[in-house]
């Protein structure tokens, strides 16, 4: 505690160190731990039944497998786009910087309802891709992954676009100079200063599409045991007046979640470490 | 390893970077690049590196065309201004780069490049720290670095972008003796930019001076101070003063006062820049019967000479002098500011004005008041 009481040139420290916890408890706390109380009303085996119903347990392998790979694709394309918006102008630049950002602003259900249309199988983009390559898009997982990428999308872009305005191009021809190839400088110079930016993305990405509901539930088509993400599970149970139930798997998800984006901030401090950005 | 600039010209929009420049650059010199903010000369040492195109022109590296050749193939070292250390990698890792990056076939093994790396850290004296990251070495500290780092791939030409542009004075004075020292050890062909004169004269074999894309005069440090040979390089190098007036005979006519030129005798008028080094100007009485009228606005008498700044009058206001006594002579004669007195220089040197260099010493001579 002595390190609390340490001299400091920046004043307020006990007074916003109180706001955001007494800000942190009201906003946050308070309700997630509402879940959890809620929740102790079931027994552990009841809990347990409730957790674990095959349904229920087919919902988190697509929930959280769908939401990682989409996380993981607005990874490497968000990076792209960034570095383009970056790196080179164009005309039209403004107005590719300001889209990247609808994802955000449009009502959810406007996109899902938008991404069914466009890839059900007498939609536009729906008809091709099952006429040519035979893959239904729509009312199945890929159609899933579809919409949590679109929503994803914004989070890498806009956590690495600003990293990468900072990174000087003095950089790169540094490493060109002394004889890196393109790929090399890429490699071994841009990525590793970019990389806690590409993670903080993807946490972002991920995070958001577990929690996904609204544009995913028109194209996801709801088949039980193949389409149902987990969102749509508590849902349901809410429509069975199953308050508890719901409860119960918010908890899970709510648990499972708190994880992996712990695992994702101590692999950050751990690369920051290794980078020497700690030192 | 030489280097030969073949009417280099580049341009960016309307404005000329590099206006056809040709340059000779012969093996193991140290040369400077001097000049302005915006004369050209950062783009000219880029577009020798291959880090910038030229719009047309040639570099000839050991006499081979290099024009086309990629800066990742051009073998040249370059150092940057802020350093451009990898803040991800430790400092070995810096300055092992170079050799990491060579292909396989090359690259030599783990052991020989720790054998380099710790040479080269020796080299510039800091091989104590080569387990620290870039942000904890001191600004000097990080340049050495990043010049180990380009000579650790063994380049045949140095370039060097304002090397001590960001340190403080203490620690530019301290490195650049160490460049040349370290210079004279290795013998590379080096060409490091400044717009420090200072810096340029003391440490370069050989000074280019280059204004507005145009190289003004190129020589050692003795011929461009002792003998310039334009307007330009004369106020460029040192503290000057300059006199516009009209030369006739032996006389320069400023304004409706004269003073004797000390040049060969004039058989026409011509309208002139007359330029004078500090030491050059003697203070004399108000009421001698040359000499341009001025009035003492500062005496600064610390160190071995005394400093004397004016403020010119009738004609010339608005102009500024500045003249350097002895001490000797400053105890002779009583010197109060506001006091009024004229100028007499005891040598001139005369340029025409011509309309283009008019611009430019104007330019010039406002920058110097």
């Not at chain 1, 383009?84 to 955000?104: H, N």
């Not at chain 2, 070495?137 to 180990?148: C, F, T």
């Not at chain 2, 050890?185 to 001076?209: C, G, K, M, P, Y």
């Not at chain 2, 390089?233 to 000057?240: A, E, H, I, Q």
Request: charged share 15%; hydrophobic share 45%; glycine share 6%.
């Amino acid at each position: 505690m002595n390190t609390l009481r340490q001299f400091s040139v920046l004043p307020g420290f006990g007074l916003s160190l109180g706001y955001t916890l007494v800000y942190l408890s009201l906003i946050v706390l308070v309700p997630i731990s509402a879940i959890f109380i809620f929740t102790s009303q079931l027994s552990l085996s009841e809990y347990w039944q409730v957790v674990t119903s095959p349904r229920v347990m087919a919902s988190y392998q697509l929930s959280f497998g769908t939401s990682f790979l989409a996380a993981a694709i607005n990874a490497v394309f968000g990076v792209l786009l960034a570095w383009c918006l970056v790196r080179y102008s164009f005309p039209g630049k403004r107005i590719v910087d300001a889209l990247i950002d609808l994802p955000f602003a449009l009502p959810t259900a406007v996109a899902g309802i938008a991404l069914t249309a466009l890839y059900a199988q007498n939609g536009w983009l729906g008809q091709i891709i099952e006429g040519y390559f035979g893959i239904k898009v729509a009312f199945t997982p890929i159609g899933i992954l579809i919409a949590l990428v679109f929503i994803g999308l914004p989070f890498v872009v806009r956590t690495v676009q600003p990293v990468l305005e900072e990174i000087d191009t003095e950089l790169e021809e540094a490493a060109s100079s002394l004889g890196a190839s393109r790929w090399q400088a890429c490699h071994y110079v841009v990525l590793p200063v970019l990389l806690p930016a590409i993670m903080t993305g993807f946490a972002l990405a991920f995070a958001r599409a577990v929690g996904e509901y609204g544009s995913v539930i028109f194209i996801a088509g709801n088949i039980p045991m193949v389409s149902e993400i987990t969102p749509l599970m508590i849902i349901s149970k809410l429509e069975q007046y199953d308050y508890t139930g719901a409860t119960a798997i918010a908890s899970v998800m709510l648990i499972v979640s708190f994880i992996l984006l712990l695992l994702i901030n101590l692999l950050q401090s751990w690369t920051a470490k290794q980078t020497g950005r700690n030192a | 390893m030489s280097i030969n600039v073949n009417n280099i010209h580049k341009q960016f929009g309307e404005f000329t970077a590099l206006n056809d420049i040709s340059l000779d650059f012969p093996s193991g010199e140290l040369v400077a690049l001097l000049g302005p903010s915006g004369c050209g000369k950062t783009t000219l040492l880029r577009i020798i590196a291959g880090l910038e195109q030229a719009d047309h022109g040639d570099i000839i590296l050991d006499g081979e065309n290099a024009s086309n050749t990629h800066v990742r193939d051009r073998q040249v070292g370059f150092v940057f201004q802020h350093y451009a250390l990898f803040k991800h990698m430790t400092i070995f890792d810096n300055v092992a780069f170079g050799l990491r990056m060579k292909p396989k076939a090359q690259r030599p093994s783990e052991s020989k490049i720790r054998e380099k790396v710790l040479s080269l850290l020796h080299l510039v004296q800091l091989d104590w720290l080569a387990d620290r990251f870039p942000a904890q070495l001191s600004g000097g500290q990080r340049q050495r670095i990043a010049l180990a780092r380009a000579l650790a791939v063994e380049p045949r030409v140095l370039l060097l972008d304002e090397p001590f542009g960001a340190l403080d004075a203490k620690v530019r004075k301290e490195l650049r003796r160490w460049l040349r020292k370290l210079h004279d050890e290795l013998h590379i062909t080096s060409i490091f930019v400044t717009h420090d004169q200072e810096e340029a004269l003391e440490v370069a074999d050989r000074v280019v001076l280059m204004d507005h894309g145009k190289v003004e005069q190129v020589g050692t440090p003795e011929a461009v101070y002792n003998h310039p040979q334009t307007p330009f390089v004369y106020s460029f190098l040192g503290s000057v003063n300059v006199f516009h007036g009209r030369a006739e005979q032996e006389h320069l006519q400023v304004g409706n006062e004269q003073l004797r030129h000390h040049n060969e005798p004039y058989g026409y008028a011509e309208d002139v820049f007359a330029f004078a080094r500090p030491h050059e100007l003697k203070i004399v009485d108000n009421n001698h019967h040359e000499g341009v009228s001025a009035r003492i606005s500062r005496v600064l008498s610390f160190g071995i000479e005394t400093k004397v700044e004016l403020d010119g009058l009738n004609e010339s206001s608005g102009q500024h002098y500045e003249v350097h006594l002895s001490q000797q002579q400053r105890k002779t004669q009583p010197l109060h500011i506001g006091q009024m007195v004229k100028l007499v220089p005891s040598a001139l040197a005369l340029f025409p004005r011509e309309l283009e260099t008019s611009a430019q010493a104007q330019r010039l001579s406002e920058q110097q008041g």
